[in-house]
């Protein structure tokens, strides 16, 4: 189950962050079937495999962290045996499952707070929380016009559109990234996830740095909404993620390079607010 998860976190076929930290975080699960003769070879493997889960994917700061407290739980436990260190691993990975997955909820509802009736916002790439922000608000009775931006080339934010249409209460559009300027005068909020905020640079899809600069040059707010754990001071370093090129361009590329980074940093002094399970706090 472990190489099956590295795999799949490599390969991406899960976008979600908060997903591949509590996938990754039961797939350490594995370990407590197989049989280790001493509590130090076992913390070894679970070092080891922690390790590898983390590497599949250097650019989630939600996944480091996750790794690095069922890790460290593990190992400050003082465990007598085998038996007692592999529930130490289980009682640490519900307790990181329940952070991650109860953060997320926490954040988007308090973003959903944040989002006033009758607001047009813009949004980019597909982010379940924000998703679940203004789900929430929509059940609070509130209205709300959404842009949506198709994050191209993967075009997640088709996605994104589909689900806010089916809300009932956003009246929803679909742009072409470029064409995001064109329509930010009509914009009361951009509301984006996050990857990770590390220092004073926020990581997310592609696309997000131009997008915080126009709003910044219109005087449209900007709104960062995700679980704390992904707000790092230090300890990580961002490692980006450059995709397949045949994602841009299917045919051959003949006489030049085609670039396709997943990610782009954006300096928090373009973003006004992040929102997290711990509130809101200003930039």
Same mark, same amino acid.
């Given at each position: 189950?472990?190489?099956?998860?590295?795999?799949?976190?490599?390969?991406?076929?899960?976008?979600?962050?908060?997903?591949?930290?509590?996938?990754?975080?039961? +797939?350490?699960? $594995?370990?407590? #079937? *197989?049989?280790?003769? &001493? @509590? !130090?070879?076992?913390?070894?493997?679970?070092?080891? %495999? =922690?390790?590898?889960?983390?590497?599949?994917?250097?650019?989630?700061?939600?996944?480091?962290?996750?790794?690095?407290?069922?890790?460290?739980?593990?190992?400050?436990?003082?465990?007598?045996?085998?038996?007692?260190?592999?529930? +130490?691993?289980? $009682?640490?990975? #519900? *307790?990181?499952?329940? &952070? @991650? !997955?109860?953060?997320?909820?926490?954040?988007?509802? %308090? =973003?959903?707070?944040?989002?006033?009736?009758?607001?047009?916002?813009?949004?980019?790439?597909?982010?379940?929380?924000?998703?679940?922000?203004?789900?929430?608000?929509?059940?609070?009775?509130?209205?709300?016009?959404?842009?949506?931006?198709?994050?191209?080339?993967?075009?997640?934010?088709?996605? &994104?559109?589909?689900?806010?249409?089916?809300?009932?209460?956003?009246?929803?559009?679909?742009?072409?990234?470029?064409?995001?300027?064109?329509?930010?005068?009509?914009?009361?909020?951009?509301?984006?996830?996050?990857?990770?905020?590390?220092?004073?640079?926020?990581?997310?899809?592609?696309?997000?740095?131009?997008?915080?600069?126009?709003?910044?040059?219109?005087?449209?707010?900007?709104?960062?909404?995700?679980?704390?754990?992904?707000?790092?001071?230090?300890?990580?370093?961002?490692?980006?993620?450059?995709?397949?090129?045949?994602?841009?361009?299917?045919?051959?590329?003949?006489?030049?390079?085609?670039?396709?980074?997943?990610?782009?940093?954006?300096?928090?002094?373009?973003?006004?607010?992040?929102?997290?399970?711990?509130?809101?706090?200003?930039?």
């Amino acid at each position: 189950m472990i190489d099956e998860t590295v795999e799949e976190i490599t390969e991406m076929q899960t976008h979600s962050s908060s997903v591949v930290a509590v996938k990754a975080a039961r +797939a350490l699960g $594995d370990l407590t #079937e *197989r049989e280790f003769a &001493t @509590v !130090e070879e076992y913390e070894r493997s679970l070092s080891r %495999n =922690a390790q590898a889960l983390r590497r599949a994917n250097p650019s989630h700061a939600s996944l480091h962290n996750a790794m690095t407290a069922v890790v460290e739980s593990v190992e400050n436990a003082e465990v007598a045996d085998v038996a007692a260190a592999k529930a +130490a691993t289980t $009682d640490a990975i #519900e *307790r990181v499952v329940d &952070t @991650v !997955e109860s953060g997320k909820h926490e954040a988007a509802t %308090n =973003a959903a707070a944040y989002l006033e009736d009758g607001q047009t916002i813009l949004t980019h790439d597909y982010s379940s929380t924000v998703l679940e922000a203004v789900e929430a608000a929509t059940q609070d009775g509130k209205f709300l016009e959404a842009y949506v931006t198709e994050a191209r080339p993967r075009y997640l934010g088709r996605k &994104t559109a589909r689900q806010l249409a089916a809300m009932g209460r956003v009246d929803t559009h679909l742009l072409a990234d470029s064409a995001a300027g064109y329509y930010m005068s009509e914009v009361d909020l951009v509301v984006v996830g996050m990857d990770c905020i590390v220092g004073d640079t926020l990581y997310n899809r592609v696309g997000t740095f131009p997008i915080a600069a126009t709003a910044a040059r219109c005087d449209v707010p900007v709104v960062v909404v995700g679980s704390a754990s992904k707000v790092i001071e230090d300890g990580f370093v961002f490692e980006n993620e450059f995709r397949s090129p045949s994602e841009v361009m299917r045919e051959p590329a003949e006489g030049f390079a085609v670039e396709n980074p997943a990610y782009d940093a954006t300096p928090v002094d373009l973003v006004d607010v992040v929102v997290t399970d711990e509130g809101v706090r200003s930039y």
